[in-house]
Each structure stands twice: as structure tokens, then as C-alpha cells.
């Protein structure tokens, strides 16, 4: 597994939790840009030491929230992360989709998955950068047209703001089609869809 | 007795006329003024400006008139363009709805003009509009709202230097202290409001603010401390000439004096608050005051005072169709009469009491909700009415900051609270009650979810340090042990994982809990693919109480077989578990090796089974092992319970 390129913020309230994921990843050669125990202190870590992953709990005591965090990181630092938390109500869920995570991992996590995960993660990270197309035409989905053009929106890691912006539909309308997508391709998050749609 | 009832209920109304009740007389005029302005007025900027002023200044009067203006003003600009007038139009309209108790219309109207897309005018700016937000929040009860988006505006204040701005916001977060029993911080507020509004020189409300610290002493019972602060406030009102603030302010200092039991200087002041009123021909002030005095001339024996005072009173009020102080008046008189030994005249004014709680009682609040247009809302947390009109006081306060005059309304409130009062008591306790029960049941369902969440968080954090040390060593064997814990507590985290999830709180699927015990063990261990796993588990909802035991029994048994059953990495192993004869029969066998001496396994030695045949006893069951073809351990156990759905 190709850690190396990492340089990973680890968001996460819990001291003890933190230092084991440091652990995990610096034993994998994954470099590590510094941990932070509030939303305040994680947006701290941003702006000084250049992290290029970011692995975020969302509930971070008072304060900004993982999820504001996440908003930041997407609109500002563009930059990917995966979401680690215990929280696994629809609510939460559904509200953490909305700045375009890049996996979402649930507590209490085996090591394995969390490796697995952040790889998986950082390589459709890289492959959105890469000069690509989009192609939604042949696959077997059955997506409608405006199912089509969200998901293009999607995979280009448009928060889902954005995305209302650009098509000039409402949020509800906006969630309602993104849970049809994702039960259509069977996926659970949006860079599960990348893989999918990538032409080579 | 009586007396101490009137005079308490007195008091609630005289301190409510606290509120910076002024009609302006000149209103009127500045009405028609505008009137023959917007007729001759020819630009559309100018006819709408116009139109919105008058319906500003109809609000006092009739609210339907001033919406009517408000509309009017709409066919002169596009009311989605940003601009100036816009500002004013929802600004103004959003005032207009709070005063006649439309809080939600007031909030969308203010949400127009809240994001970044508003025009400021001279007069009204960003912090302008999240004061008025948070009046219509304090309305609406909603007080940690009001107050964070009252922490917005005060820097906003401080740094376009509006001290007049400051003040009016740290008023309404004293009201919000009040209102949250935080009294002293209340105190704190009002006096930053007060020194604010002075250094800025809004100085009619600044005295309002003194009035309001004075007041909240006196809900403290310092009334000592209170006594200055009125004088001071009245001192003020002298210099200035301001009649009806004088009025006010030595009205409720009489009744403060009246809490002392200092008859003597409580008359003094009442009867110069009455003096005042009636100078400025302010009828409904004249009225109060004169209810509050006779009140007092009753306690001192003053009868003959009473009847003399009243009698006039009397006649004028029933002109100006106050009911409500009509029947108090007419039983102060029927009292009075009665002490001297009047009877006729007692007993007439009993009657007459009677016919007017009889006939105009329902026809009066029906009038007078139309004409006062103003609801009265309960506190959503309490129904003590009493204290609480000090928050339309403090909001008349601020509207008189921009200089307009609220005028009956104040008063309006006061009678109407009385009468709303006698007739919603029930309701709103109804209401109030249910809300209460609604908010502890939202609470209870916060807190279940913040517990959860903890446990899954402390078992993680368990994992963690299991994981951390296990980095640490070199030795296989120890590092193995740490692995299997850390293996242990993820069974038990799967628990916690899939409760209070919607529906079950306290149940688990077991099936669906073992599929995800199965892939965790193959992912912690490394299993090989060619080691198959089949399930046959009934679906069931299993209680928690359950699923503990038989989900680190089930780790200890598939553990077994997954680690030490398979020679050559490929097997399969069968897990059942059904109800039979009314127990709970668990059933996992593999094609494996087998185990050498059963009997020892039995008895708690090796392969975990000491913590097995603990959990099996826990669990009232027995636990059979054959192992003659592989390795089958049959376990069939009567303590469990099934959730039905």
C-alpha cells in the first residue's frame, strides 16, 4: 500500500483514539501532518502545515463540528478525507454527504479497514485529479438525464450546494435524486461512484 | 385580604405601564401630513418611501391600516431588487407584525433582508436587523437563539460606534437574563445598556434601561436598591419635561415604596403619577394611577378619599369602555361605601359589577382584541403572566429608541393580559404543560444518543490503547494475545453499533450482527477465502441482555475454528442457531481437526473456554462438544429474550 505520499491531519477529539491511528499510519509509512483535538485547532493545522489527507471524526465537543470542518476542507483546501465517527444515525449520515466525503468510516474500526479505506480513498483522489472523462452513456445504471448530470457534478466533488447552485434545484430535490443514484449503482458514497463512471 | 390581592395585581399593572407608553398626540397630524405628501408625490422611489412611513406610523392605530400602506407601498418598487427601499419596506413591515404578535411573519419578513442581500439605509444596518431578530426570537421564547444572534450584532454595534444600537441590544439581552431567572446577570445588562445608551446619547431610553435594572431589583426583593435608581430616572424626566416618563417612573416607585409598607411616600408618588397623568391627558394612566392610590387609601382607611377619587374616574372610564378598570373601580367603590357603612350604595355598585362582568365581558375582549390587535403570548415556559410584560416594555423601549411612540399598546397588553388571563389560564397551562412533556421527551432522546455515542467512543478508545501497545512488541505470542482482546471488545462494539439505530433501541438482529462478527474475525485474523462460513440463524431480534453473552461466546467458538481448525487453510464451518422446545439452541460445527481432550475444554482449559462455559452459565444452558468428525459444539440455553416486532 502506497502510504507514503501521504501527509495526513488526523481530526479526532479523543487523545488515545488519535495516537493509535498515528501509530497505525506512521508503521505503514504514512506521513503525518499533525493531529488536532478541536475543529479550531484542525483549522490551525490546515493553514500551517500543508496536510494532502484528512482524516476527520465528526463530533468534536464545542466548537466547529467535524462537519464544519469538512466544509472548509472541501471549499477551500480541496483536499480529500474520509469521515471516522461512531455516529451512524441516517441524520448524521446523510448531513455528512454533503461536502463530498471521500469514505466514511464507523467506529469502533479494525485497522485493516481503516488502511483500506484511506488507499482506496487517496487512489480516487488521484484519478479525479487526473485529466479524465466522464462516462455515463454506456453504463447499466439507468440513470435519468438529471440523475445523469448530478452525478457528473458529483464525481467532480461538488459540494452538494454547489451542485443546487448549478442546476437551480432545491436541497431536498437535490438528496432525494442522490440517494436514487446511489441505490441505482449500489454504492454508499460518492467516490464509490468514481471508479464506476471513470473512462480510461 | 382582598387589598393585598388588588394591590398585587395592581402592581403587575403598573409596572408593565413601565413601558415607554407615550402617545404621541402630534400623530395625527404627521398621518395626514403624509397623506397629501404621497398624493402629490410623482416618483415611484418617493411614493413608496411615503407609503412605507405611513404604515409605520398607523401601527399604533390600526394595524390593518398600516398593512394596507405596506401593501400599497409594493406597486411602487420591485420588491427583489436590492435596494434602500427594500431595507425599509421589510425592515419596518417585520415591526409591524411583532407588534401585532404575527412572530413568524415578522421572522420571513426579516429573513428578506437577513443574508448579505440588503441595501443598508441611514437608519437601519446589519445589526439593526439581527436586533430586531432576536426580538422576534425572545417573542417566540426562543432565548439561546436570541442570544447568540445578539452576540452578532454587538460587535457590529460597537465597531459602526451606534452606542444608541448597543444599548438597545444589551437590553434585550437583560430581558433574556429576566426572562431565564439569570437575574443578576439581568442587572449586569440593563446597566451596560443604560451607560451605552447615555454615552450615545439616547437618553429617553437609557432612563427606560435605568427603569428596567430598578425593576429587576425589585423582583429580587432589594426594593432598597431599586429607590435611587427610579429617583433618578424621575430627576431625569423633571429636567427634561418629559411628563409621562415622570408618570411612570413615580408610579412604580410608589409601588415599590407600596412593598416596603411605606404608606406614606407610596401615596406621595402615586398621587404625583396620578397628577401627572391626568396633566398630560393620558387617560388610561389616569385611570391605573387612580385604581393604584384608592388601593392605598383603602389600606390606610382613607374611604371617603376613595369614593371621591373614583367616582369621577368611575364615569370617565366607563366613556372610554375600560372595562377592565371599570370593574375594578367598581369594586373599590362597593368596598369603600361598604367600610363607611353605606350600604345602598355598596350594594349599587356591586351590580353594577355584576352587569358588567355579565354583559360586556365577552363582547369587551372580542372588541378589544380587535382593537388592540396585539396578542399576548405566554411565556413558553411558564404561565406566571404576572412579571412578564417588562419584555413588551423593553421592545416598546427600543422602538422608541427610533423615536415612534407606542402608544396604547402597552396599556392595550395590560388590559388584555387581565382578561385573556381569567379566560386562557387553562389553556395555557395546557399547552405549557404539553411542551414541557414534548421538550423532556426530546432531551431524554438527546441524551440516549450522546450515551451511545460514548460507549461506541470508549470501546474504541479501548481497541485503541490494545492496539497501540500491541505496536509496541516484538513478541508474537503477546502480540497475538493483544490481538484476540482487541477482537473481544470489537464483538461487544458491534453490539453498541447497531443499537439505537431508529426503531430498536434495545434489540439487536442477530443475524445481522453475526454476519459482521464473522467478517470482522476473518479481517483481524487474516483468514484465508477458501474457509467458508454458512449461516443458518433464525431471524430474530435478540434483547441485548442476550446478545452480550452469545456474541463473545460466538467470537470465542468461531475464533476456535478459524484460527486452529484448518491445517491447510480451507474448510468450512456451520454456524445454526433456532428456538427449540423453547430454548435457544446455538449449533457451530467444522470439518476441521477436532480438539484432543474434551473433557479438559469442558472443565475451562484452553481455547477460551473458561470465559465460554461462564457465559453458558450466565446464559442457563449446557454445552456439548462432539468431536469426532471435526469439531461440533452444540449449546442450548433458556435465559434469553426475543423482541417482538
Known sequence: MKLDELNVLIVEDEAIIATDIKSLLRKHGCGIAGAAYSGSRAFDILASSNPNFVILDIYLGNGPSGIDVAEVIHDKYKIPYIFLTSFSDEETLTAAQEHGPYGYIVKPFQEQTLLTTISVAWNNYKKSKESHTWEFENSNFQLSNQEVKICRLLCDGLSYKQICAELHIAMNTLKFHVKNIYTKCDVSGRAELIPLFLNK | ?645
Open chain 2, 1 to 645: 385580604m382582598i387589598y393585598d390581592l388588588l394591590i398585587k395585581i395592581f402592581s403587575a399593572i403598573f409596572l408593565m405601564f413601565h413601558a415607554v407608553a407615550f402617545f404621541a398626540n402630534d400623530q395625527t397630524v404627521k398621518i395626514d401630513s403624509l397623506k397629501i405628501e404621497l398624493q402629490r408625490a410623482t416618483a415611484q422611489e418617493d411614493k413608496a418611501t411615503l407609503s412605507v412611513h405611513l404604515a409605520r406610523e398607523f401601527r399604533e392605530l390600526s394595524i390593518d391600516s398600516s398593512l394596507f400602506y405596506f401593501q400599497h407601498a409594493t406597486s411602487f418598487f420591485d420588491t427583489s431588487e436590492v435596494t434602500p427601499i427594500r431595507t425599509e419596506y421589510y425592515y419596518n413591515l417585520a415591526e409591524v407584525y411583532l407588534i401585532s404578535g404575527q412572530h413568524h411573519k415578522s421572522w420571513e419578513a426579516l429573513e428578506q433582508i437577513s443574508g448579505n442581500e440588503f441595501r443598508s439605509t441611514d437608519e437601519i444596518s446589519k445589526p439593526d436587523i439581527l436586533d430586531k431578530q432576536a426580538d422576534v426570537k425572545i417573542r417566540l421564547g426562543e432565548y439561546a437563539v436570541a442570544s447568540e444572534i445578539l452576540m452578532e450584532a454587538l460587535p457590529l454595534f460597537e465597531s459602526g460606534n451606534d452606542k444608541a444600537g448597543l444599548g438597545a441590544a444589551y437590553n434585550s439581552l437583560g430581558t433574556i437574563m429576566q426572562r431565564t431567572k439569570r437575574l443578576n446577570e439581568a442587572i449586569e445588562y440593563y446597566t451596560l445598556a443604560h451607560e451605552s445608551a447615555i454615552e450615545g446619547n439616547d437618553l429617553r431610553p437609557a432612563h427606560g434601561y435605568l427603569s428596567n435594572v430598578a425593576i429587576v431589583h425589585s423582583m429580587q426583593n432589594n426594593n432598597r436598591l431599586a429607590i435611587p435608581l427610579f429617583k433618578k430616572v424621575i430627576a431625569f424626566a423633571k429636567d427634561r419635561k418629559e411628563i409621562r416618563t415622570e408618570a411612570l417612573a413615580s408610579g412604580n416607585l410608589g409601588v415599590v415604596y407600596n412593598e416596603l409598607n411605606e404608606l406614606d411616600s407610596a401615596e406621595f408618588y402615586i398621587s404625583r403619577s396620578l397628577d401627572l397623568f391626568q396633566k398630560s391627558g393620558h387617560g388610561r394612566g389616569t385611570a391605573a394611577a387612580s385604581s393604584q392610590l384608592s388601593v392605598i387609601y383603602q389600606a390606610r382607611g382613607k374611604y371617603q378619599e376613595v369614593i371621591d377619587l373614583l367616582l369621577p374616574q368611575f364615569d370617565f372610564v366607563e366613556t372610554q369602555n375600560f372595562s377592565n378598570f371599570q370593574k375594578k373601580i367598581a369594586e373599590n367603590l362597593s368596598v369603600a361605601y361598604r367600610s363607611l357603612g353605606d350600604y345602598p350604595n355598596a350594594l349599587k355598585y356591586t351590580e353594577i359589577l355584576g352587569e358588567i362582568k355579565d354583559s360586556t365581558f365577552n363582547k369587551e375582549m372580542v372588541q378589544a382584541v380587535n382593537d388592540a390587535q396585539i396578542k399576548y403570548e405566554t411565556e413558553k415556559k411558564e404561565a406566571e403572566i404576572e412579571h412578564l410584560n417588562l419584555q413588551d416594555q423593553l421592545n416598546a423601549e427600543r422602538i422608541a429608541r427610533q423615536r415612534l411612540a407606542l402608544g396604547g399598546s402597552a396599556i392595550g397588553i395590560g388590559l388584555l393580559s387581565f382578561l385573556l388571563y381569567r379566560l386562557n389560564h387553562q389553556k395555557k397551562k395546557l399547552e405549557s404543560q404539553s411542551r414541557v412533556i414534548e421538550k423532556s421527551l426530546e432531551e431524554k432522546d438527546t441524551l440516549l444518543r450522546e450515551i451511545h455515542h460514548r460507549v461506541k467512543n470508549n470501546l474504541q478508545v479501548i481497541s485503541s490503547l490494545l492496539g497501540l501497545q500491541s505496536r509496541s512488541l516484538e513478541d508474537r505470542a503477546a502480540i497475538d494475545a493483544l490481538t484476540q482482546s482487541k477482537a473481544r471488545v470489537q464483538s461487544m462494539s458491534l453490539i453498541h453499533q447497531n443499537l439505537y439505530q431508529k426503531d430498536n433501541l434495545t434489540g439487536i438482529k442477530i443475524k445481522d450482527y453475526f454476519d459482521k462478527l464473522s467478517n470482522n474475525l476473518i479481517t483481524t485474523y487474516g483468514i484465508s477465502q477458501d474457509i467458508k462460513i454458512n449461516t443458518e440463524i433464525e431471524d430474530m431480534m435478540l434483547d441485548v441482555d442476550t446478545v452480550v453473552p452469545l456474541g463473545l461466546i460466538l467470537n470465542e467458538l468461531l475464533t476456535n475454528s478459524l484460527k486452529y481448525a484448518f491445517q491447510n487453510n480451507r474448510g468450512s464451518i456451520q454456524v445454526a442457531l433456532a428456538r427449540n422446545n423453547g430454548q435457544l439452541q446455538l449449533q457451530i460445527k467444522d470439518d476441521g481437526v477436532g480438539i484432543q481432550d474434551v473433557d479438559k475444554v469442558l472443565q475451562g482449559e484452553g481455547y477460551g473456554y473458561e470465559l465460554v462455559t461462564s457465559l453458558v452459565d450466565k446464559l442457563e444452558g449446557s454445552i456439548d462438544i462432539n468431536s469426532e468428525e471435526g469439531t461440533q459444539v452444540t449449546i442450548g440455553f433458556s435465559n434469553f429474550k426475543i423482541l417482538d416486532n
